[in-house]
C-alpha cells in the first residue's frame, strides 16, 4: 500500500477538488465591456451597440474608468484618446500594468502618426479605430478582441490545468519511489489514473 504523507494527501484532496472541466462556448459567461469617453452621447451609442452581446459598462472619465476596473474583471475596453484630466493612451497604459489580459482599443478623431504610436505602444492596444467609426467595422474589431481574450482565457486556463495534472504526477512518483509493495502501489496508479 502506498503512504502518502499529510502534505500529499492535502495536495491530492486540493487537485481533485480545483480540477475544473474545460471551458467550452456553453460555459462561458457574457464578456464584460466597458467603454470610457466624455461624450454622453458616444457612450450611450457604443452601449446600445454592445448591449445584447455584452455586458457593457460605462465611465465617462479614465478615473472612473478606473475605479470600475478595480471592483469588474473587464475583458475589452474600449477608450476615447481625448478626454480631460487623464488621455486614452495614459488611461490604456495604466489599464495594461494593472490587468494585462484585458484586450484595450483607442478610439480617436485625430489621425496624428506619433499619437496613435505612442499609444499601441504605451497602452498596448489591440487596434485603434478612427472617429467618426464604421459601425460594423467597429463592431467586426469588438468581436475580433473577445475571441482574443476568450482564447487568452481559455489557454490559461488549460495552463492551470496542466499543472495540476503535473502536480498529481510528481506526488504519484514520489509515492511509487517511497513504495515498498509495488502490486498496491500500481493499483493506486491506476485508481487515480481514472479519475483525472
Not at 503512504?3 to 459567461?29: K, W
Not at 488621455?87 to 494585462?100: D, N, Q, W
Amino acid at each position: 500500500m502506498i503512504c502518502l504523507q499529510y502534505g500529499d494527501r492535502v495536495r491530492l484532496a486540493e487537485f481533485y477538488r480545483t480540477t475544473e472541466p474545460p471551458m467550452t462556448e456553453a460555459n462561458i459567461p457574457k464578456l464584460s465591456l466597458m467603454v470610457v469617453d466624455d461624450e454622453l452621447d458616444n457612450l450611450d451609442l457604443l452601449y446600445r451597440t454592445f448591449r445584447r452581446d455584452f455586458q457593457v459598462f460605462k465611465a465617462e472619465s479614465a478615473l472612473k474608468a478606473l475605479q470600475l476596473l478595480e471592483q469588474e474583471e473587464m475583458g475589452i475596453i474600449i477608450s476615447d484618446q481625448r478626454m480631460p484630466k487623464m488621455s486614452g493612451t495614459e488611461f490604456l497604459s495604466i489599464a495594461a500594468e494593472r490587468f494585462p489580459d484585458t484586450i484595450r482599443i483607442l478610439l480617436t478623431g485625430y489621425t496624428d502618426v506619433e499619437d496613435l504610436v505612442g499609444a499601441i505602444n504605451t497602452g498596448r492596444v489591440f487596434k485603434y479605430i478612427t472617429k467618426p467609426w464604421n459601425p460594423d467595422d467597429l463592431r467586426a474589431v469588438v468581436y475580433q478582441a473577445a475571441d482574443a481574450y476568450r482564447l487568452l482565457k481559455q489557454r490559461t486556463h488549460e495552463l492551470h490545468r496542466a499543472l495540476r495534472h503535473e502536480s498529481l504526477f510528481n506526488t504519484i512518483t514520489t509515492a511509487i519511489r517511497e513504495s515498498l509493495d509495488y502490486t498496491s502501489m500500481l493499483q493506486t496508479i491506476v485508481e487515480r489514473w481514472v479519475k483525472v
